[in-house]
C-alpha cells in the first residue's frame, strides 16, 4: 500500500512540475528575446528590405534568384526539362540567394518578392515590347507560368484535357498546402529548433507520415503523379518530388528511419524513378552564380 501510495505521489508531483514549467503566453507578445534555432539570427516580425543590394542580371530571358532547398529545386527541375527538350527562350541564368546570410531581405529581392523568400524569378523576354518584365513569386506561381508559357508540363486550359488539368493543378495546389507542415513543422522542430520538444515533433511526424501515407495510396497503380504514360509527367510531380521524393530517398533532415521511409514502397518507387531523370540530377546540384 504504501509503494502505491508513493507513486501515486510521484505521478502528482511530476504533473504538478509540468504545469510549473509550462509556457504560459503573455496578453500581448513581444519580441524580446532570441528564440535561438539555425535561423534565429535572421528572424523577425516584420517585412521589408534590411540593405541595399542590386541583384545581378545576366543575358538568358529568364533570370532565376533562388537557392538549391527543396523549394528552390522545384524550378530548377522545370527549367533543366525544358532544356532537356531546348524548348527556345527557356534559358536562364541563376543566382544564389543565400538564406542563411540574409540574401532575401535585399532590397533588390524584396522588389521581387515582398514575402522575402525563395525563388524568385524575373522574365524579361516577357515585356520586351514594353519594356516591362514579368517577376514572380512563390513556387507554385512560377512552376504554372513557366509551363503555361511554353506549353509543355502542364495539361491546356483550352478545355480539351479538363480531367487532366484539374488533377495537375489539385496536386499543385496540395503540395502548396502540405509542405508547410513537412518543413517549418516536421523539419523545425525535428532538425532546427534549440532542443527537441516531444509535442511538436509527434504532432508534425504525425501529419508528415500521414502525408506520406496519401501519396503512397495515390501512387500503387501510378507511375506518376497524374497517370501512367511519359506525358503524364508534369508540374505536379516535379513539385512534390523536391520536398516528398527527396525525403523518402533519405536526403531531408536525416529522417529517413527515424519516419520510416521504406513503409512507402509505392511512393519509393516513384521517387527513384523521377531521381534517374537527367533533368533532375542537374537540378538538385544547379550550379548558382554568386550575387556580389
Known amino acids: 500500500m504504501s509503494s502505491n501510495n508513493n507513486q501515486s505521489s510521484n505521478i502528482q508531483n511530476d504533473i504538478q512540475n509540468n504545469h510549473t514549467n509550462a509556457y504560459t503566453p503573455p496578453k500581448v507578445w513581444e519580441n524580446d528575446a532570441e528564440n535561438g534555432g539555425k535561423f534565429a539570427s535572421i528572424n523577425r516580425p516584420t517585412a521589408g528590405a534590411r540593405h541595399e543590394q542590386e541583384l545581378p542580371v545576366g543575358t538568358a530571358p529568364l533570370q532565376l534568384y533562388s537557392l538549391n532547398t527543396p523549394n528552390g529545386v522545384k524550378v530548377n527541375i522545370l527549367l533543366e526539362e525544358l532544356a532537356e527538350l531546348n524548348v527556345k527562350g527557356a534559358e536562364y541564368d541563376a543566382y ?15 522588389a521581387m518578392n515582398p514575402n522575402s523568400k525563395i525563388p524568385a524569378l ?21 512552376l504554372l507560368y513557366l509551363a503555361e508559357k511554353f506549353g509543355n508540363f502542364v495539361p491546356p486550359a483550352d478545355g480539351s484535357q479538363n480531367k487532366a488539368r484539374a488533377e495537375c493543378l489539385s496536386w499543385l495546389m496540395w503540395q502548396m498546402g502540405s509542405a508547410p507542415f513537412l518543413g517549418g513543422g516536421f523539419g523545425h522542430f525535428y532538425a532546427y529548433a534549440p532542443e527537441p520538444m516531444e509535442y511538436p515533433i509527434n504532432r508534425y511526424t504525425m501529419e508528415t507520415k500521414r502525408q506520406l501515407d496519401v501519396l503512397d495510396k495515390h501512387l500503387k497503380d501510378r507511375e506518376y503523379m497524374c497517370g501512367n504514360d511519359e506525358a503524364d509527367y508534369n ?8 520536398w516528398y521524393g527527396q525525403l523518402v530517398l533519405g536526403k531531408l533532415y536525416d529522417a529517413a528511419e527515424f519516419l520510416q521511409v521504406d513503409d512507402y514502397k509505392y511512393l519509393k518507387r516513384w521517387a527513384q524513378k523521377i531521381a534517374e531523370r537527367p533533368a533532375v540530377k542537374r537540378a538538385v546540384d544547379l550550379s548558382l552564380k554568386p550575387i556580389t
Open 96 to 110: 544564389k540567394i543565400d538564406i542563411s546570410e540574409g540574401d532575401q531581405f535585399g532590397s533588390g529581392f524584396v
Open 122 to 142: 524575373v522574365d524579361h523576354a516577357a515585356g520586351a515590347e514594353n519594356g516591362e518584365s514579368v517577376a514572380l513569386f512563390e513556387s507554385g506561381a512560377i
Open 235 to 242: 508540374i505536379a510531380d516535379m513539385i512534390i518530388w523536391a
